[in-house]
C-alpha cells in the first residue's frame, strides 16, 4: 500500500498560466489532487472555474474545488460539479465549506448569518441534494432510439423531491450522470460536529502529531479517507502542523505519521507547488509513494464505484 | 468600407432543431463535442461561441419531455473550460438573473473574463413562474410583471461591481441590498459583453438601455429590417451610439452543390427534426391539450385550443403563440388548401431553415442581410453536434472574407474587441 499525496493550493492569482504551470507541476509529479481553495470574500478567483480552466490541460490530477454552500444555490453547485467532472473526464471533487462570516453575508444580502450548528445542518442537507442530483440520471438513460423517437428513457430519470429546512429540490439534474457517478466529496474537519456530520468521502483533519493523528483516524468512520493537513513553511499560525525544515526531515515526519496512524495520506499546503517537488522525489525513493495509474479521482484514492440509489431501489 | 458582419457559433440545443437521430450526431455531454465545436468556430474565426443555460428539464402533459435531446453541462465550468482549448474566441453563455446572484455571478463572469483573457460574455435572461422555482431556494419568488426591473438592476449591479476594480461598494435597490468588497480586480473587458433576448416592448427597452448585443429572432429580411430600425432609434434617449448595440438574429442554414441540392437536403432534416411523435408534441404546444390520439400522418383536430395561458401542457419554455385561435385557423386553412398531414404542416410552419441554398447564394444573402441593416450578424444554430458548422467555416467564410465583410484574422483579443464595441 502506498500513501497519497495531493496538494493545497491558495493562491489569488487571475491569471490563469501560473494556475496551469503549477496543476500541471503537479499533474506530471504524478500527485492524487490537488484543491483550490476558495471563499466568497476572498481576493481571488471562484475556484471551481479555476479547475475547469485547468481541467482540459492536465491528463491524471483529481481537481477538488471548494465550494461553500451556505449562500449558493444546491442544484448550480451540482451541475457545475458534474460538468467539472465532464470536462475532466471522472476528476472531479468538491471541498465543502460553509460561511459564518458576516461579512461574507453582506456581500450575497440574502439573509443575516447562521450558528455554526445551523450551517453545518444546511451544509449536510446540501450535499444530500447535490449526491441526488448526481444520481437523478440513471447511467443508460440515453437511449436515442430512432425507432419510437425517443432520446432518453424517463423512467431512468428521478425526481430528487429533497424538502429541507433551507430549501426544497425537485429535480432531476439538468446534466447527465457523470463519469465518476458521484465525484468525490470532501471536507475540512476540525473534530466530530463536522466528521460525524457530513456525508463526505474525504476528510482532510488538522493532527497536532502523530498520536493526534492515530487518534483521530480511530474516531471517524472506517470507510472514509483520512488526510492530514500539514503546513509547508510559513511562520503565521494556522490550523493545521507547520512545517520549516528540510526535505528530508518532511519526509521523516510524513512517514513516521504514516507508520502509526492509519492516516490514507497527506495534503501539503504551500505556497507554491515548487515547495514540494524535492519531497516527493524522496517519497518516491523510499518507496512510500507511487503514482497511481487509475484514471478517475474515486479509483485513485480507492473509493468504490458509487452506485445509483434510484437504480438500486428500482431493482429492490 | 462596407460593414463586418459579426458570426457566432450556437451549441446545438434542447429543442427539435437538434438532430439526434443522426448517425453523424456527437454526444451533447461529452467535453470533446463543446472542444470541437469551438474549435471550429475559432477556425472560421468567429467572433464568440454560445452556450445556453439549464434550470429544469422540459416537461409537457407533465412528464419529462423525452424525444428531443435531453441534458445539458453548467454554462460556466464549460465556457471557462473551453478557455483553455482557444485564444481568440469569445465564450458567452446563458446565466439567469432570477436564480443567480448579483455578487457571486459578478464574481464568475469576471474570472471567466480574466481566465479568458477577456472573451466573456453574458446572455441576461429571467424566468419568472413556479415551474423552474421548484429547483432554488427561493422557489417561483418573481412576479412575471417584475421580470425586466430584475433583470435591469441585476445588470446595473453587476456593472457597479466589476468597477470597484476589486474595492468597496454598497449597493441597494428594489432586488438587491448587498454591501463589502468585491474580490476580483478589473477584468480585461472591464465589463464582460451583455446579451439580451427578450423582444416584448419592456425587453426592448432593456436591450436599448444596457446591452451590448441582442439575440434577436426577427430573421425575415422586412421584420429584421425593422425590429433593427426599432431598436436603434431607441438608443439616443440613452446617449448611446447606433454601433454600440449589435442585433444579431439565431439563424439556420442547410449548404448544398446546387439550390436544388440545398433544398432536398433542408426537407431532409426537417423529416428528421419532425419525428411523427414530435409532430403531434409541437401540435399540442399550440393547441395546450393533450393530442396523442391523433394520426401524424392525419389531418389537424377540429376542437379548437385551450386557451389557459397559466397551466400550460409544456413547461419550461417560453411561450410561442399569443393568439392561439388565430393561428389555429391559419394552420387549419394552410392544411386544406395544400392537403397536408399533420406532420406535413408542422414541418411547414415550423422551424424552417432560414438560409438555405449554394455557399454563394447564402454568403450573398447574409451580406445582403447585414449591408441593408436588417442586422450586424447571425448567431448560427446547426442541426448537428458536434459538426454542423464545418461545411460553413469550410465554404461560406472564404466568400465572406474574399468580399471583405468578414475578418481573415483576428486583429485583438477581446471579445469587445471583435465586435467593435468601447
Known sequence: ?316 | MPKQIILAAHFPGVNNTTVWSDPRAGSQIEFDSFEYLAKTAERGKFDFFFLAEGLRLREQRGLIHDLDVVGRPDTLTVLTALAAVTTHLGLAGTLNATYHEPYELARQLATLDHLSGGRAAWNVVTSPGAFFGENFRRGGFLDHADRYVRAGEFIETARKLWDTDGGEFAIRNSQFDIRGRFGVPRSPQGHPVILQAGDSDGGRELAAKHSDAIFSRHHQLDDARQFYRNIKDRLPAYGRTEDSLKIIPGVSYVLGDSDADAQEKAHHIRRQQVSPQTAILLLEQLWNTDLSGYDAEGPLPDIDPVLDEDDTIIKGRAGMYPDRLATAAEWRARAEAKNLSIRDLIIEVTGRQNFIGTASRIAEQLNEYVQTDACDGFILVSHLTPSGLDDFVDQVVPLLQERGVFRTEYSGTTLRGHLGLA
Request: overall charge negative; charged content about 25%; cysteine-free.
Open chain 1, 1 to 316: 500500500m502506498t500513501l497519497h499525496l495531493g496538494v493545497a493550493l491558495s493562491g489569488d492569482s487571475f491569471a490563469a498560466d501560473d494556475w496551469i504551470r503549477q496543476v500541471r507541476e503537479a499533474d506530471e509529479a504524478g500527485l492524487d489532487f490537488v484543491t483550490f481553495d476558495d471563499t466568497f470574500g476572498r481576493h481571488g478567483p471562484d475556484a471551481v472555474q479555476v479547475a475547469a480552466r485547468v481541467a482540459p490541460l492536465t491528463r491524471h490530477i483529481g481537481l477538488i474545488p471548494v465550494a461553500t454552500t451556505t449562500h449558493t444555490e444546491p442544484f448550480h453547485l451540482s451541475t457545475a460539479l458534474a460538468t467539472l467532472d465532464w470536462v475532466s473526464r471522472g476528476r472531479a471533487g468538491w471541498q465543502v465549506r460553509v460561511s459564518g462570516d458576516p461579512a461574507e453575508a453582506a456581500l450575497l444580502g440574502r439573509r443575516a448569518p447562521l450558528q455554526v450548528d445551523a450551517l453545518i445542518a444546511e451544509a449536510s442537507d446540501a450535499i444530500e441534494v447535490v449526491r441526488r442530483l448526481w444520481d437523478s440520471w440513471e447511467d443508460d438513460a440515453i437511449i436515442s432510439d430512432v425507432a419510437t423517437g425517443r432520446y432518453i428513457d424517463r423512467e431512468k430519470l428521478h425526481y430528487i423531491d429533497f424538502a429541507g429546512e433551507h430549501f426544497s429540490v425537485k429535480g432531476p439534474s439538468i446534466v447527465p450522470r457523470p463519469p465518476q457517478g458521484q465525484p468525490v466529496v470532501a471536507a475540512l474537519a476540525h473534530g466530530p460536529q463536522v466528521w460525524d456530520a457530513l456525508d463526505a468521502d474525504v476528510f482532510f483533519v488538522t493532527p497536532a502529531d502523530a498520536d493526534d493523528a492515530a487518534r483521530k483516524v480511530r474516531t471517524i468512520l472506517p470507510e472514509k479517507k483520512i488526510f492530514a493537513d500539514i503546513r509547508v513553511g510559513g511562520h503565521i499560525p494556522t490550523d493545521a502542523a507547520t512545517f520549516n525544515g528540510t526535505t528530508l526531515q518532511l519526509a521523516d515526519l510524513i512517514q513516521n505519521w504514516w507508520s502509526v496512524s492509519g492516516l490514507d495520506g497527506f495534503r501539503l499546503r504551500v505556497s507554491d507547488i515548487s515547495d514540494v517537488s524535492d519531497l516527493v522525489t524522496e517519497l518516491r525513493r523510499r518507496g512510500l509513494f507511487q503514482t497511481s495509474r487509475h484514471r478517475t479521482l474515486r479509483d485513485r484514492l480507492g473509493l468504490p464505484v458509487a452506485v445509483n440509489r434510484y437504480q438500486e431501489a428500482g431493482r429492490a
